[in-house]
Structures are given as C-alpha cells and as structure tokens.
C-alpha cells in the first residue's frame, strides 16, 4: 500500500505553475506533453541512445540545493511518480512505489558526497539487492560557471543492458504490463519534465523565504 508523505505540504500545488505530478496529470494526460517534448530534426538515439543528460540553472543557493537533493525524500516531490518513500530495516535503503508500474516496487539508496555536492540514487524496480539504475547529479555554483547566484544541476543517466531485459523477472509483481527500459526513448523528455520540476520548487521556496529541504523533511 502506497505511504502518503507531506511532500509539498509548505506549498499549495497549484501555486506553482508548471509543476507536472502524477498527482495533478496523469499518465494519459502527460504522455502527450513528453512526446510533443521530443523533436525529429535530430536523430534522437545518436544523441540519449546510451546516455542521458538534462542539464538546469536553478535560482537557489547550491549547497541548500544539495542538501535537499540528498535527502532522498526529496524524491517524493520532485518525481514524477515515486511515491510512498519508507526506509527498510537495510539503513540507507528505501523503498517507494514508481505509479508507472501501477504498484511497482522501487529500491533507492542515496550516495551523496558533500564536498563535491554530488548526489547518486542508486535504484532498482522490484528488488533491493541489486541496484543497478544510477542516477548520477551534481550540483555546482552557479557563481563560478555562470559568473551569477545559483544553482547549476547537472544530471546523468547511462543506459544499462539491464534497460533491455528484466535481470529479475521472478521479482516482478505478476501481470505487470511494462519495464522501466520501455520507456527509455522518453527519457530525455521525463527527465527533463522532473528537471522543471526541480527548478520550480526550489525556485519557489527560495522566493518565498522558505527553507528548500522543507522541515517535513528534518
């Protein structure tokens, strides 16, 4: 059963414009903004076939960003549909349900490094064991790279083989119509729609004088 948490509880949802949740849009009704996201005057394998960048200047203070995004909470917020984050008895592990899937498990743990302010989520639908989805970000100061306050986020995703082909399908909830690797061709533009995401609640909290790890999440 999916856990509610107090994701976005210090801000009215509507408040924010461009915020795309599976809460507020649904599969069927977001499906047509990814693919109208994608464009055809580019060969669109030769540039995410193998890996995937999406890339946003946030206008917030970079180690708050980071702090936030090492939360893995904060994955309830700015995801499109991870929900229900507990952590399990594993410290570090969580687990949360992708809506994607209807009910699919997904496994995250966080590998954040304060120094370099990066942020690793290391992933896995169905099973904790193997944690083979790498989801790579790093968060730079925007004052060195853009000479202007803020937040520079890079985010990386690599095409595992295990995209491909389920590694563990005797894992799978039974009947499940689809695997994270189907939707490989739309990742670009669903990484990009959680960028934006990202960028306007930071961006709101930051204007608004409210702390960007809300303390829900203390």
């Not at 960048?53 to 960003?65: C, Q, S, W």
């Not at 690793?120 to 790093?138: E, N």
């Not at 189907?182 to 409210?210: P, V």
Request: overall charge negative; glycine content about 4%.
């Amino acid at each position: 059963m999916t856990i509610s948490l107090p994701a976005l509880s210090d801000i009215a949802e509507d408040l924010i414009p461009g915020v795309l949740r599976i809460e507020n849009s649904d599969k069927e009704a977001t499906t047509p903004i990814i693919v109208d996201m994608l464009r055809s005057v580019y060969p669109h394998d030769q540039v995410f076939g193998q890996f995937c960048p999406v890339n946003a200047y946030i206008a917030a203070p970079p180690r708050e960003v980071y702090e936030y995004l090492a939360d893995t909470r904060c994955l309830e917020e700015w995801t499109y549909s991870l929900r229900g984050f507990t952590e399990t008895d594993e410290p570090g592990l969580w687990l949360s349900y992708d809506r994607l899937g209807d009910q699919t498990k997904c496994y995250v743990r966080t590998v954040a490094n304060p120094d370099a302010m990066t942020v690793d989520y290391h992933c896995a639908w169905d099973q904790g064991r193997h944690l083979w989805m790498i989801y790579l970000m790093r968060v730079v100061d925007a004052q060195v790279v853009l000479n202007k306050p803020g937040s520079v986020v890079l985010w990386t995703n690599c095409r595992h083989p295990f995209y491909d082909e389920n590694p563990y399908p005797e894992t799978a909830p039974a009947n499940r119509p689809v695997w994270v690797g189907d939707f490989w061709d739309m990742f670009s533009a669903g990484h990009q729609l959680e960028m934006d995401n990202l960028k306007a609640i930071c961006e709101y909290r930051a204007t608004h004088g409210l702390p960007i790890k809300p303390e829900w999440m203390k």
